[in-house]
DNA sequence: CGTCCACAGGAATGACGGGCGG
DNA sequence: CCGCCCGTCATTCCTGTGGACG
């Protein structure tokens, strides 16, 4: 009976407390500003790039690197939305698509997302990837159209997919009449090229740019720009700014990271009552968003996946860190043993180790022991209590913790 | 200086659930 | 309802390989 009440507390209290956020959006890594400081250099470059558009002919294709938090996107975004507007203006025919390669995940996808984009409507699935091509090169085909494709994240779709999509998409060109495709393709991984056929990567790289990392003190003034928006005044502590922008220079310059580190360490400090944000707060906010990850990704993953997981964080007690790959799988099939489930195959457990060497929770490194063999040293890349935490709660495997392999005990 | 370990990781293939168009 | 195609997970078979050992 008491339970609206206590509700009513919440959200009273929230009404009354929250003094700290001006406006919260703002503070999202996803928020596109006015201002995007210290990447001025880069605008104009892409700026100078697409311009043609505007004169009614095809621009280059260009191919954009650098590192996650690095301002490739929003600089993209920033600059197309601009040139959308002044196509408008000037009433010439361009069109773009923006693309998220990793969400879109698949070819099919990706050629479905450009037709919608065009007004055409694809199902979801049924269709073979060459009939939605066609309608796409069709539809786009039927009206006068310069069309930008941004494909985002393309690395990830290269990897697992190849680089038939790219090659499909630098040769349209030849094969339609009344429009014309120009491509901007964005990559975390500087070493992109190599996965690809080179006939694509020098088509589709007519012009290239590379995105260096923030240091700290650029990272500093964007904070410092975007929490003029997002706070009141007065909120944030000098401190709280400061060790923001140092721990997100550290991982590679990442502006994501810093945002998403003063976002969060707001929210924390409005929840606990706080009127100013400190360095405590984003220390606090520091350790919310690394469980978060850990528990985002383990919430979409299998079992196996997770079994591989606790027979690492099994294995560092025994082996100071780093496992090898036999190693694990011996006590993963251990684990799987004491859980009556079927186990997967070694060469399974390679991708599934890869996989999570991927998301960040585990560190895999290839190294030679000559005579005796070559394998993957294996460690986890995240904290041993971050795992207790967040496997104490799972029914199934929580007792698992408290196991101890056959393995582990032998090598103690 | 060749051997050979203990895997890495690519390619081909199959099983399965889901959705489409007819 | 069927036949077709999709994406995902998994297996099988395979070739490749850095370097300590002998």
Redesign the pocket.
């Known amino acids: 009976m008491g339970n609206p009440n206590i509700l009513d507390d919440v959200f009273e209290k929230f009404i009354n407390e929250a003094k700290l956020f001006k406006d919260r959006e703002v503070l999202r890594h996803d928020y596109l500003p006015e201002k995007l400081p210290h990447r001025e250099e880069q605008i104009r470059l892409l700026g100078q790039v697409v311009a043609p558009v505007l004169k009614d002919s095809r621009c280059s294709n260009i191919f954009i690197y650098g590192k996650t938090g690095t301002g490739k996107t929003a600089v993209t975004k920033f600059v197309v939305s601009h040139l959308e507007s002044k196509a408008k203006e000037y009433g010439a025919p361009v069109k773009f698509c923006y693309i998220n390669c990793r969400m879109t995940?698949?070819?099919?996808?990706v050629f479905a997302s450009l037709s919608q984009s065009l007004g055409l409507s694809i199902?979801?699935?049924?269709?073979?990837?060459?009939e939605v091509f066609d309608r796409f090169q069709a539809g786009l085909d039927s009206t006068r159209t310069l069309f930008i494709i941004i494909l985002d994240e393309i690395d990830a779709l290269i990897k697992d997919r190849g680089d038939g999509i790219l090659y499909e998409l630098t040769r349209i060109n030849e094969s339609l009449h009344k429009s014309k495709v120009a491509l901007i393709g964005i990559s975390n991984d500087l070493r992109l090229k190599e996965f690809l056929d080179p006939r694509v990567f020098s088509s589709l790289s007519e012009e290239e740019m590379v995105f260096r990392p923030y240091d700290a003190g650029e990272l500093r003034n964007i904070l410092q720009e975007r929490s003029r928006l997002g706070f009141f005044e007065g909120v944030l502590s000098e401190a709280a700014l400061s060790i923001c922008s140092a721990l997100a220079a550290a991982e590679h310059g990442d502006a994501r990271r810093a945002l998403d580190l003063l976002r969060v360490a707001g929210e924390v400090a409005e929840r606990q009552g706080s009127a100013t944000i400190t360095e405590e707060h984003v220390r606090e906010a520091e350790k919310h968003i690394e469980h978060n990850k850990v528990v985002e990704a383990l919430k979409n993953s299998?079992l196996?996946s997770k079994l591989v997981l606790l027979s690492v964080y099994h294995l560092g007690k025994a082996c100071s860190g780093s496992a090898?790959?036999?190693?694990i799988?011996d006590v993963y099939n251990e684990l799987c043993g004491e859980l009556g489930v079927?186990?997967?195959?070694?060469?399974?457990?390679?991708?599934?180790?890869?996989e999570l060497d991927a998301m960040g929770l585990l560190n895999?490194k290839?190294v030679?022991?000559?005579?005796?063999?070559?394998?993957?040293k294996i460690r986890l890349e995240i904290a041993r209590s971050l795992i207790q935490d967040v496997f104490a709660t799972d029914g199934r495997l929580g007792h698992l913790m408290e196991y101890t392999p056959k393995l582990v005990s032998k090598k103690q």
């Open positions: 995940g698949s070819e099919y996808r199902p979801f699935t049924g269709l073979s990837v060459g299998t196996h090898t790959t036999g190693e799988y079927s186990m997967l195959t070694q060469r399974r457990l390679g991708t599934l180790i890869n895999s290839v030679s022991m000559g005579r005796y063999g070559r394998t993957k």
